[in-house]
């Protein structure tokens, strides 16, 4: 009677404390809610989560599919950044280039998935453009280059 009143005594304190040390994943950087890069350019999303034990950092495409490496498109890196390479027009993939992506991060107590993030490739003079109409409506300084 002692041995198993000691033997549960252990077992739950070791598990207590244990427990005690186990979190969800909360994130450290979610990614922006807008993404606009030339083609000549590139871009790239960073999204990174603590938790314990450290969690993993997945890409969802808009259907909720997990992403992964398009060669010479987009590469997903092991810190949780996603990149988006520069392409040629004749390269343009409106499935990876204008689409929506959202980040996961997960370990063994949860799983957090980021807002939608809306990215948009473009040409790069199309986009200075859009730069500087925004920069000229919200008053701001822009060099003309």
Known sequence: MFVLLLL?????ELSTGFDLHLRGPTFVMEPPT????????????????SGSPQPSID??????????????????LRNGTLVLLPFAAAAYRQDIHS?????????????????DVQV??????????????????????????
């Open 8 to 12: 549960v005594t252990i077992t739950t």
């Open 34 to 49: 807008r993404l606009e890069f030339s083609n000549s350019s590139g871009g790239w999303l960073d999204c990174s989560a």
């Open 59 to 76: 890409w969802l495409s808009v259907d909720g599919t997990s992403v992964g490496d398009v060669s010479g498109i987009r590469r997903v």
């Open 99 to 115: 689409t929506v992506y959202r980040c996961v991060a997960s370990n063994g107590v949860g799983r957090i998935i980021s807002r």
């Open 120 to 145: 948009r490739a473009g040409k790069r003079g199309k986009l200075q453009k859009t730069y500087k109409r925004l920069c000229i409506n919200h008053k701001l300084n822009v060099n003309s280059k």
